[in-house]
């Protein structure tokens, strides 16, 4: 049920999404014999989502019935795996989640090396919403510049900047939880071959927070300085990859997806402050008029690209969807997180990648914002 949620959280465009939901809603019947019955830690967020239902049917903006039916199934689907975690432990969720993503380390560095030494074994494949290359469906990229030479591996997302948050999850887990030096590497390789700019930056975040709280407070005066040298050295480093990705997407020849994420953050922006306690709701048509009227004016990504276009900001998203009193609510539960250990670290990471994914109403993110809203569990090691 987690790799489920994981593939409908960022997964390939070509995945039956309701499909996939269809499948948990089904598993989690078939664990527990056909029965219903909630934890008591859940009924926060039900409450919660009984008055996002209530405000979505009434809202005076109208509803879309496909829309609103679309996410409530993401969220029912993560009610329920979360309810399962609950009833055994919480703990278990990440014993689950680094099992699942032991794999995808190597399968972006295997992706990378094949395609870049045996690439007549990959297949293009281009839909209305979707263009990548594949071998045997596990081996996937991406191309941004024309003659080849930027190969970046997706797993099994629909692009690299979503495959970079489950990498960094887990270096998390490698580096703080299971404490595995091989794949704490293997995940750093894996995540720079992404070359996304969200990626290394959080890549630079995680070991920084690792050398402060770890590395460099350990040994005597020397070796602690000596650490510290390092440390400086090395997020230095991560820091300049970082700008210089992101200064290529400013100015370089991938310019465009800059500017397609500077008009998407800008025009939500204005959306949401425009709607401010009850948002525009979940009927995609509100946002396009809306982003229409308030779109972001003085850029140079414009013509057709903006008519009816999605917004790719899952924060912004966030809050010009729902309003800002629920909106904090659900920010509030992401940072109250209760899945994963160094909570404010793990919530910091997924909170920047929706920066730049419109990834907050799937699955497995949801999992970390109702996990915060619950109430008091236990949690068994």
């Not at 990440?94 to 190597?106: G, R």
């Not at 919403?129 to 591996?153: C, E, K, M, Q, W």
């Not at 996304?196 to 070991?207: D, H, R, Y």
């Amino acid at each position: 049920m987690l790799f489920l949620t994981i593939l409908i959280s960022g997964g390939n465009l070509l995945f039956p999404r309701l499909f996939i939901l269809g499948v948990v809603v089904f598993c989690y019947f078939i664990y527990f014999k056909g029965r219903f019955s909630l934890k008591l830690a859940t009924v926060p967020f039900i409450l919660l989502l009984s008055l996002l239902f209530i405000i979505s049917i009434f809202h005076p903006y109208g509803y879309d019935l496909s829309s609103l039916a679309i996410r409530f199934a993401n969220f029912f689907a993560a009610l329920l795996v979360l309810d399962i975690y609950l009833k055994s432990s919480l703990s278990n969720f990440k014993h689950d989640l680094y099992f699942l993503l032991k794999f995808m380390p190597l399968q972006a560095i295997l992706t990378v090396l094949i395609a870049t030494f045996l690439n007549f074994l990959f297949i293009n494949i281009t839909t209305d919403s979707a263009s990548f290359y594949t071998f045997l469906g596990v081996f996937n990229y991406h191309i941004i510049i024309d003659n080849g030479a930027l190969i970046r591996p997706n797993g099994f997302f629909f692009e690299p900047g979503v495959f970079q948050l489950y990498l960094n999850l887990f270096l998390y887990l490698s580096l703080f939880v299971y404490k595995n030096k091989l794949n704490t590497y293997l995940a750093i390789i894996a995540i720079l071959l992404t070359k996304s700019s969200t990626g290394v930056l959080v890549l630079a975040m995680i070991l920084g927070w690792y050398f402060m709280r770890y590395y460099i407070n350990n040994g005597n005066l020397l070796k602690r300085f000596a650490r510290l040298l390092i440390a400086t050295v090395l997020l230095l480093g991560f820091v300049f990859l970082a700008w210089d990705n992101i200064n290529e997407k400013m100015h370089g020849e991938s310019k465009g997806s800059f500017l397609a994420r500077q008009y998407d953050t800008i025009t939500g922006f204005n959306v949401a402050v425009a709607n401010p306690l009850l948002g525009v709701g979940f009927k995609y048509e509100n946002y396009y008029v809306a982003a229409e009227k308030l779109g972001y004016r003085d850029t140079l990504f414009n013509g057709e690209r903006i008519k009816n276009r999605d917004n790719t900001n899952g924060i912004v998203m966030l809050f010009y969807s729902m309003g800002t009193p629920l909106a904090l609510i659900f920010i509030f539960g992401l940072f109250k997180q209760k899945l994963l250990d160094d909570r404010f670290l793990v919530a910091l990471v997924v909170f920047i990648s929706l920066f730049t994914e419109a990834l907050v109403f799937t699955p497995f993110f949801l999992l970390f914002i109702f996990s915060g809203l619950t109430l008091l569990v236990k949690r068994k090691e």
